[in-house]
């Protein structure tokens, strides 16, 4: 069991695996057993992607201007100019982070951040995809996955509660290498599309109530009938 000395730090990976499945959340943290995955390096063209956009993000940030997506779908902001960007984008660097009355660190790391004339922060999430007609379509804000909505909410009160005002919409802007173009050329073309998401933090308290519950506990939580590793 842990005590307020030895909380772990938890990342939105972890929050969002108490939420899928709160058993081996509890193996993974109070255990230390690894759950099988995806190694990262399995996700290089997708990572690839979320760089080759941050660095074209620099370029306007530099610049002080909005980014040409931004202006094609009206949207009033530009990349956020802060000496601590790096750090937020990079886990080495140490992510963006804040400690709650309880004594649990949460930490997360984003894309991007825009910010608008009022001075509200504007979160963006750079996402490859292979569903062309997925991202394309996606066009009412409740057909988000809840893991989705639940990341975008994440990060966004992770700079609330470092005393930063946020904007009440987040945006997603997802890219798919197009599938049409007659030859390969060693070169893959684009589209992307700015998708917004409202952002609801509600969630986020009591989650991190449930957590600090489910750590103090001596034996882990009953199997998830829905979750593939627990089925094992």
Not at 57 to 86: L, V
Request: glycine share 4%; proline share 5%.
């Amino acid at each position: 069991m842990y005590t307020k000395n030895t909380l772990p730090s938890l990342s939105w990976s972890a929050v969002n695996l108490y939420l899928q499945c709160r058993r081996c959340f509890y193996k993974v943290q109070v255990l230390k057993m690894k759950r099988p995955g995806t190694e990262p390096d399995s996700f290089t063209l997708n990572n690839t992607v979320d760089l080759l956009w941050k660095r074209e993000f620099d370029q306007y940030r530099k610049r002080q201007i909005p980014h040409p997506i931004m202006i094609k779908n009206q949207i009033d902001a530009i990349p956020f100019m802060h000496e601590s960007i790096n750090q937020w984008r990079s886990y080495k660097a140490g992510g963006i982070r804040f400690i709650n009355n309880d004594g649990i660190e949460l930490y997360g790391v984003i894309d991007d951040i825009c910010i608008t004339p009022k001075n509200e922060l504007i979160i963006v999430d750079f996402k490859a995809t292979a569903k062309h007609k997925q991202f394309m379509t996606y066009n009412a804000r409740n057909q988000w996955k809840d893991s989705n909505k639940r990341q975008m909410a994440f990060y966004a009160n992770l700079f609330k509660q470092n005393g930063f005002s946020i904007h009440n919409t987040g945006y997603f802007i997802y890219s798919t290498a197009r599938k049409d173009m007659p030859h390969f050329n060693q070169k893959l073309d684009f589209e992307s599309a700015l998708l917004p998401c409202d952002i609801d933090d509600s969630w986020i308290d009591p989650t991190v109530q449930e957590i600090l519950y489910c750590l103090d506990q001596s034996m882990p939580p009953e199997a998830n009938k829905e979750c593939l590793f627990c089925k094992f």
